[in-house]
């Protein structure tokens, strides 16, 4: 396959530990969020998301946090697989249609 | 498969040729979008459609580029005389809604190689 990104931050953990990552979002408006995931080669699948009134969310292994006061939005995974390699990217929309996208974090789970 | 499916998968050209791309959206999904990605960057927006209407396009979107929706429901991505620059990821998302901030689902995208 081929890359995503090659110059990504990166996060490395241990199969079966916890996983944080951190996004900071830009715009104080935003009003909903969207964690993706996306592995080489292949479009961005949609994780989880969280719409401003909420401060938290959870679903399958994968949990929302969100805190406006500081802009900031983090995706927890359970007992990390090593399916869940891939670059992870959270996009805000603020009441327009388009995404706006962070950068990405690389996910590497160690066996 | 009922996802987003785009056509080709990949494609190779020479600068100044013109190229096609394919996006046929979730079925009963009203909004399709068009978002380039190149190598270490997140998805940037292109354009969007609701039903045949193209309501924004962004400034990345050139005169070399055109998007249709015509029949509300498949969508073409045109780029004439074809650069280097644009060399990237293309990918179209559709969702399903009416006012604002519903869940976009990603195709696979086409990859563009510009030689």
């Known amino acids: 396959g081929e890359s995503v990104g090659l110059h990504l931050p990166t996060l490395s953990v241990q199969e079966g530990d916890n996983s944080i990552i951190n996004c900071a979002y830009s715009n104080s408006a935003s009003d909903y969020f969207i964690w993706y995931k996306q592995e080489s080669g292949k479009g961005p699948q949609f994780i989880i998301d969280?719409?401003?009134?909420?401060d938290k969310r959870q679903g399958q292994r994968v949990t929302v946090l969100l805190n406006k006061t500081v802009k900031h939005l983090s995706l927890q995974i359970a007992a990390t697989q090593p399916g869940d390699s891939a670059v992870y990217f959270c996009?805000?929309?603020?009441?327009?249609?388009?995404?706006?996208f962070g950068t990405g974090t690389r996910l590497t789970i160690i066996p | 498969d009922t996802g987003v499916s785009q056509n080709p998968r990949h494609k190779i050209t020479k600068r100044g040729q013109n190229v096609t791309f394919r996006c046929d959206p979730i079925?009963?999904?009203?909004?399709l979008y068009w978002y380039r990605q190149t190598l270490g960057q997140g998805p940037e927006f292109l354009t969007y459609?609701?039903?045949?209407?193209?309501?924004?396009k962004s400034r990345l979107l050139s005169d070399r580029f055109s998007a249709e929706r015509p029949k509300g429901s498949f969508s073409t991505l045109e780029i004439q005389r074809t650069e280097q620059g644009d060399s990237a990821m293309y990918l179209c998302a559709s969702s399903l809604g009416f006012l604002g901030g519903e869940t976009q689902y990603f195709g696979p995208g086409t990859r563009l190689l510009v030689l």
């Open positions: 996009a805000e929309n603020f009441g327009n249609e388009k995404l706006t």
């Open positions: 079925s009963e999904h009203n909004r």
């Open positions: 969280i719409r401003s009134n909420m």
């Open positions: 459609f609701q039903n045949e209407a193209q309501l924004e």
